[in-house]
């Protein structure tokens, strides 16, 4: 998914001078031709608050400022940027991700950002994406950019997923299964009610949200569709989210890294 990204915004960035990619000294040479960076496209280094201010001060000029770096980094350290920056003056842009929940298991829990998505669904002005797979991942950019939106989107490495190919089934049962992003099985297997599946808190918008009661599958500890949601739907909200167990490892392995991530209610 991340090759998909570049290849993506190279081809955009190339014949948009608008668009300007900050990288925060991640996928630098992946980017390069010829062993140079574009001239919209720049190393930033280690300075993610900056960068994503910078970026901001982009975007306020006219241009379209794609910020890319580690979750944590992003998410975390810069989120006053994010919030006071680019939510507050309704600014566009992306902020896109490297990994997942923690695809850098190895070097441990400073690299895992498990609750990036709730986070960011406490902001105003800003959408949010977990795509599934490459082809959902080129629309959302492409969207994002023709449509100026301010968005913030997860890659991942399929750390969660266990099944990629689900199609809605609507038959206006009383009780809805909404699964957000990285699929997240669920063990409860009961037919008796709709299911629906996106990528994107984008989505929320395409449904009629006639249910008793909808169960939300989170990608993310803490609520993030689930908060989103409530613009759409008032009535009982459960939210099924991924939970932190912090007496398991969570390094140098990722067999043990994913077992210290379990789903409760």
């Not at 998909?4 to 001078?17: E, G």
């Not at 970026?55 to 980094?73: D, K, M, N, Q, R």
């Not at 969570?250 to 210290?260: D, E, G, I, L």
Request: with cysteine.
């Amino acid at each position: 998914m991340r090759k998909a990204f570049i290849q993506t915004v190279s081809q955009l960035a190339s014949k948009n001078n608008k668009i300007q990619v900050l990288l925060g000294d991640i996928s630098v040479f992946a980017f390069k031709k010829n062993n140079q960076l574009p001239p919209n496209i720049y190393n930033m280094g280690i300075l993610e608050q900056s960068m994503v201010a910078f970026g901001a001060g982009l975007s306020a000029e006219g241009y379209f400022p794609i910020v890319h770096t580690i979750s944590p980094f992003i998410i975390e350290r810069a989120f006053e940027q994010i919030k006071v920056n680019f939510c507050l003056n309704n600014l566009p842009g992306i902020l896109i991700t490297v990994g997942g929940v923690c695809d850098y298991y190895s070097l441990g829990r400073t690299h895992h950002c498990p609750n990036d998505m709730s986070i960011i669904s406490t902001l105003p002005n800003i959408e949010f994406a977990c795509p599934k797979n490459e082809e959902s991942l080129i629309k959302i950019i492409k969207d994002a950019v023709s449509k100026k939106r301010l968005i913030y989107i997860r890659l991942t490495e399929n750390f969660l997923n266990l099944e990629l190919s689900k199609e809605n089934s609507i038959n206006k049962k009383p009780v809805c299964h909404l699964y957000c992003g990285e699929y997240i099985r669920d063990k409860l297997e009961n037919k008796n009610v709709d299911r629906i599946y996106i990528d994107s808190s984008l989505e929320l918008k395409k449904y009629k949200w006639n249910y008793k009661e909808i169960h939300v599958f989170e990608p993310s500890v803490g609520a993030s569709f689930s908060n989103r949601l409530r613009k759409f739907f008032n009535g009982k909200i459960l939210s099924n989210h991924l939970n932190l167990d912090g007496t398991k490892l969570a390094k140098n392995s990722f067999v043990k890294t994913r077992r210290a991530y379990e789903y409760k209610n």
